[in-house]
């Protein structure tokens, strides 16, 4: 393993990261085939497969996507309430953000830590 490149992640950011990816893929899968909602799907989708690339292949620059995310899924929220979302997707919307934002903050500290 490249130290410049590459660290090995551990604790609540990197299971964090991972319930995020699988929150992202799974619930955009049933909407992949809906006309009106496919593109958001397949977002979804790219997002969490990118996240959970990011993060099992052990890349620095996993706390910085974790942290894009965060601020994607922060305008996400605030368009949905804008835009008349129901309670359940702005319940969602807010699990989404804190899980990205618990994240990001644990593997920024993983990322400060290994830097000495």
């Known amino acids: 393993m490249d130290a410049k490149r590459e660290i090995e992640w551990k604790g609540w950011g990197r ?4 319930a995020t990816s699988a929150l992202l893929i799974l619930i955009a899968v049933p909407f992949v085939f809906d006309h009106g909602l496919g593109s958001y799907a397949g977002w979804n989708i790219f997002l969490g ?22 601020g994607l899924m922060a305008l996400r929220l605030v368009v949905g309430i804008v835009s008349g979302s129901n309670v359940i ?16 903050y644990d593997l920024r500290k993983q990322v400060t830590s290994a830097n000495g």
């Open 89 to 104: 997707e702005v319940v969602m919307g807010l699990l989404m953000l804190a899980m990205t934002t618990g994240a990001a």
């Open 15 to 18: 299971w964090l990261s991972f």
């Open 49 to 70: 497969l990118l996240l959970f690339g990011t993060i099992t292949s052990g890349n620095r620059k996993a706390p910085l996507l974790a942290l894009i995310l965060t």
